[in-house]
């Protein structure tokens, strides 16, 4: 029979052989360990604190409380606690997930998984650590995997999840305790004597990871007792089959991008080009510019679909993609939006040389002298000649019929043909606002004035318009 110390000795030895075999650490480093308080964290503290003198690495301590439970609280005086124990400085941030997560329509847990990645890339970037370190297990992997091929999700959602990847500020997400059990984790923790917290949410089949932990799986293993392993190996091939067809996917993501995508708001791509790729092409690169882009979850195979769908479209079909994702057929192209804005049906009157607030924005207004007037290249900072000019304005989203006779143009135009003209995508034509002098378009804000409204040698006093974000 071996003995404690062997088995302990093993799984550490399993540890510091995959760390070496994914390049993880080399030597010399500043680790910051993710802990939450389970079991798995507290072991991978465990594991890194003992290997530390021998890899020469620097070691932090961080927690994030999610606040879903009212227990939360003690479990980040617990890791502070143990962080302390240790020697170590313990880093602890929160946030109101369930608030972020209903304010934005989105599910608790991809609101928990953004926050807490970017609190750790927050206190890796200004405390200078080289490495971030969570404590997901093959166990993690398997469920992450079935979850990813329930929503019908791509290649990339198939893979897994990764043993590392790359953080914005060059920071390494590693997860050294992938290839090994749950259950080789507690026995390691039991045998080592260590004390953890038990997370009461995860005994709840509330959350889609916790049905598929505690139901799907069990039943899985009556057909296949290893599928935890079995999983995890097609996993590691997916993520082969990724790497291999990534390169495809980066020159067709190349070839339909059109301009310079808005990060995080909006990307572009030209729908016949993106029609003309080969079909198992096409929902990779919706995947990939999602993920790059927005940083978003993989989409489920449902989503991918309705976005592919708008390919064969009319100008100005819609598709949700979840959550607050949108594609939308402009055109010649297929743009993807995140967080579409919020402006709708906005009327609101103000007095001139006033301030006044809509959605998101501050129209500020300020009256002078119109040889003091200077332009600038800012196209939400215009001028109008102030003379005759009515005490109470008005600001609205722009209508159907609406007119106007655009500054250096001869005569009226449809406001609807001026966007068009301009090229206006569809998303944010809607949400154009216009400022108004109750009768006649004053300002087509951030485009255009009104010929009627320029400045000229005759003119004594102008107003100052400036649209900006609240």
Not at 109 to 124: D, G, Q
Not at 148 to 169: C, D, F, H, M, Y
Not at 331 to 337: A, E, P, Q, S, W
Request: aromatic fraction near 6%; glycine fraction near 8%; charged fraction near 30%.
């Amino acid at each position: 029979m071996a003995k404690k110390t062997d088995t302990i000795e093993a799984f550490m030895e399993s540890a510091r052989r995959y760390m070496r075999r994914t390049e993880m650490l080399v030597g010399g480093e500043s680790v910051l360990v993710a802990v939450s308080g389970g079991v798995d964290s507290v072991v991978l503290l465990e594991i890194m604190s003992r290997l530390a003198p021998s890899l020469r690495l620097k070691l932090g301590v961080a927690h994030f409380d999610h606040n879903l439970r009212e227990s939360s609280s003690t479990d980040a005086e617990f890791v502070r606690d143990l962080g302390q124990g240790y020697g170590l400085k313990p880093f602890v941030g929160s946030a109101d997930i369930r608030r972020i997560a209903d304010d934005e329509g989105r599910s608790i847990e991809e609101i928990a998984r953004r926050e807490r990645y970017s609190f750790l890339e927050r206190i890796a970037r200004r405390h200078r650590f080289d490495v971030v370190m969570t404590g997901h297990t093959a166990s993690d992997n398997a469920e992450t995997m079935m979850m990813n091929l329930l929503r019908g999700s791509g290649v990339t959602g198939l893979s897994g999840i990764p043993p590392t990847r790359q953080l914005a500020t060059h920071t390494l997400i590693a997860r050294p305790l992938l290839e090994v059990s749950r259950e080789e984790v507690e026995a390691f923790a039991r045998g080592t004597g260590l004390k953890w917290r038990e997370d009461e949410s995860n005994a709840s089949v509330d959350f889609t990871r916790n049905r598929i932990r505690h139901e799907l799986i069990p039943v899985l293993e009556t057909f296949n007792p290893s599928v935890v392993a079995t999983l995890n190996k097609t996993a590691a091939m997916m993520r082969d089959f990724d790497r291999y067809l990534a390169g495809a996917v980066d020159s067709a993501v190349r070839v339909v991008t059109v301009g310079e995508p808005v990060p995080d708001e909006r990307i572009e791509l030209d729908a016949t080009q993106l029609k003309h790729l080969q079909p198992a092409l096409r929902g990779e690169v919706i995947q990939r510019v999602m993920s790059e882009q927005f940083a978003a979850l993989p989409l489920s195979h449902t989503s991918v679909e309705r976005a592919l769908g708008l390919l064969w479209k009319e100008t100005g079909a819609r598709a949700s993609l979840g959550g607050r994702f949108e594609g939308l057929r402009d055109r010649d192209k297929l743009v993807l939006i995140k967080n579409p804005p919020v402006v709708r049906d906005v009327d609101k009157s103000f007095k001139a040389g006033g301030n006044v607030d809509v959605a998101d924005l501050r129209l500020k207004t300020s009256f002078v002298d119109a040889k003091d007037v200077r332009y600038s290249s800012n196209k939400n900072v215009e001028f109008i000649a102030a003379d005759g000019l009515p005490e109470q304005l008005t600001i609205r989203t722009w209508r159907e019929g609406d007119r106007f006779h655009p500054l250096g143009m001869k005569g009226e135009k449809k406001l609807s043909d001026f966007l068009i003209d301009a090229k206006v995508p569809l998303d944010r034509k809607r949400q154009t606002l216009v400022v108004t002098d109750g009768k006649r378009i004053i300002w087509v804000c951030g485009m255009r004035i009104d010929e009627r409204y320029r400045i000229g040698k005759e003119t004594q006093r102008a107003l100052k318009l400036e649209l900006r974000d609240l």
